[in-house]
């Protein structure tokens, strides 16, 4: 730019516009990009948009307003012409210019009339000039990016939702409750309120002393349930039954050996005297143990000293109580209370708390 010693007072405040303009526009086109992948990253629900929006958008800011500057903006010597003319010199710069090459005295004559007019005019004139469009749309394009970043920023910090919870209906909980009937409780939370086809808390049924769990009322057998894919409202009731107790009926009847006709000895001969009927035990013992004591004829037809008859008694064994049809619970219930009890002491997966119900359940059955 040979000429550019011309007009050096005007030359750094051209330089100055064309950054000016060409930052604008490169901000432009950042924040552009910046709304558009941070928008993208949100419909998407992509946890790392926010930084890249960022960077993406300080990238092409960068890019764009460096590139515009040396394409579009950089000042030539036509351009600093006409803006030094548009200062009142009356095109002398511009024509100054077009007979660079031109060695006639007219026009040297010029070239010195415009240099001279150009050191007159004061370099404060020259003012940067940026279009009230340009700044319009840095301005907008800046709202949307920093609002979208804004945004996007909330939704990955978990303040707000993401799009994906908007658009989805929010569906109400399903309830789900584990009652227990006399004779136990629920080891657990007992009202839940769970998603459509998501899973129930676990719980356990804990039958009271003196008590036994039977099962579920929607035929689940075992005492602990954890129940998955929950489609509608539940309520599921644990069953218990009372254990029947044992003891020992003392009896007490005497029974006189019948005779033929209202109660009398026979009399006989040759007949010995009859069996007494045993006692019964009573209504709540398990054994029986009774003795009867009786009087009967002898063969010589005289009352006997008494016959003594065996009480028999019999054991209650509930039909539940029963395994394989054969032993009953209780013979065995006590080896396999030890070995529940060292399990649940000895198995470091199971929590305090599992372990304590299972203890309850165990104690329950005695």
């Excluded at 064309?18 to 930052?23: D, E, M, N, R």
């Excluded at 509608?232 to 050996?257: C, H, Q, R, S, W």
């Excluded at 029986?288 to 003594?308: F, L």
């Amino acid at each position: 730019m040979k000429n550019m010693n011309l007009f050096k007072k005007y030359q750094s405040k051209m330089i100055v516009e064309a950054a000016v303009k060409a930052a604008v526009c490169g901000l432009v086109a950042g924040f552009a990009v910046n709304f558009i992948t941070a928008l993208i990253s949100w419909l998407c629900d992509y946890s790392a948009g926010l930084w890249l929006s960022i960077g993406l958008g300080l990238g092409v800011a960068l890019v764009c307003g460096v590139v515009l500057y040396f394409v579009k903006f950089r000042p030539t010597e036509q351009e600093i012409a006409r803006r030094v003319d548009a200062l009142g010199l009356e095109e002398r710069m511009v024509t100054m210019l077009e007979f660079a090459e031109d060695d006639s005295y007219i026009a040297r004559r010029q070239r010195e009339d415009a240099a001279a007019h150009a050191a007159a005019t004061g370099a404060g004139c020259l003012k940067i000039q940026v279009s009230k469009v340009l700044i319009g749309a840095v301005c907008a394009s800046a709202a949307c990016g920093i609002a979208m970043t804004t945004v996007q920023g909330l939704t990955a910090g978990g303040v707000i939702p993401g799009f994906g919870e908007l658009v989805e209906p929010q569906e109400d909980p399903l309830s789900v409750q584990y009652v227990a009937e006399v004779g136990g409780f629920i080891d657990g939370n007992e009202a839940q309120l769970v998603l459509f086809g998501e899973s129930c808390e676990p719980v356990m049924a804990v039958a009271d002393d003196g008590y036994v769990f039977v099962g579920w009322d929607d035929g689940v057998d075992e005492p602990f349930r954890e129940d998955f894919d929950i489609t509608d409202d539940y309520v599921i009731t644990a069953l218990f039954e009372k254990m029947e107790g044992e003891g020992n009926g003392p009896g007490d009847g005497n029974g006189d050996v019948p005779s033929d006709e209202g109660g009398l000895p026979t009399d006989k001969p040759g007949e010995e005297g009859g069996e007494a009927e045993g006692g019964e035990g009573n209504d709540n013992g398990d054994n029986g143990n009774g003795g009867g004591d009786g009087e009967g004829g002898s063969e010589d037809g005289e009352p006997s000293d008494g016959g003594k008859g065996p009480g028999a008694g019999g054991q209650y064994k509930p039909g539940n109580q029963v395994i394989d049809g054969e032993t009953y619970y209780r013979d065995v219930f006590e080896e396999y209370y030890q070995k529940g009890m060292e399990y649940i002491t000895g198995n470091d997966d199971l929590t305090p708390e599992e372990k304590e119900a299972i203890e309850k359940f165990l104690n329950g059955l005695k």
